[in-house]
């Protein structure tokens, strides 16, 4: 079975900073999606970005410009760099992976933008 293991939430002022990492294992197919969600109090789970195999990237609009998604496909990770972080940016965070039909989440990390 998949297991993700996220790290890199936490607190941080408008305007800063934070990288959100994940990490895949025991993963048998080598073609396999990853990407970040979100989700905020009394919200639906929403897209935030994602990247697939060959390294096209998708983003929400609210994140694009201020969000990079990226992979390290040799270790299995997936990462966020958030920058100009806002208020609106508070919520749960969860990675997602998709391979060989099937798809995986990791247990969410929480990020609170506040001042």
């Known amino acids: 079975q998949v297991q993700l293991v996220e790290s890199g939430g936490g607190s941080v002022q408008p305007g800063g900073s934070l990288r959100l990492s994940c990490a895949a294992s025991?993963?048998?197919?080598?073609?396999?999606?990853m990407g970040w969600y979100r989700q905020a109090p009394g919200k639906e789970r929403d897209l935030v970005a994602i990247?697939?195999?060959?390294?096209?990237?998708i983003y929400a609009d609210s994140v694009k410009g201020r969000f990079t998604v990226s992979r390290d496909s040799a270790k299995s990770t997936v990462s966020l760099q958030m920058n100009s972080l806002e208020p609106e940016d508070t919520a749960v965070y969860y990675c997602?992976?998709?391979?060989?039909?099937?798809?995986?989440w990791g247990q969410g990390t929480q990020v609170t933008v506040s001042s």
């Open positions: 997602r992976i998709t391979t060989g039909g099937w798809t995986f």
């Open positions: 025991r993963i048998h197919s080598e073609i396999y999606t």
């Open positions: 990247i697939t195999n060959g390294g096209m990237t």
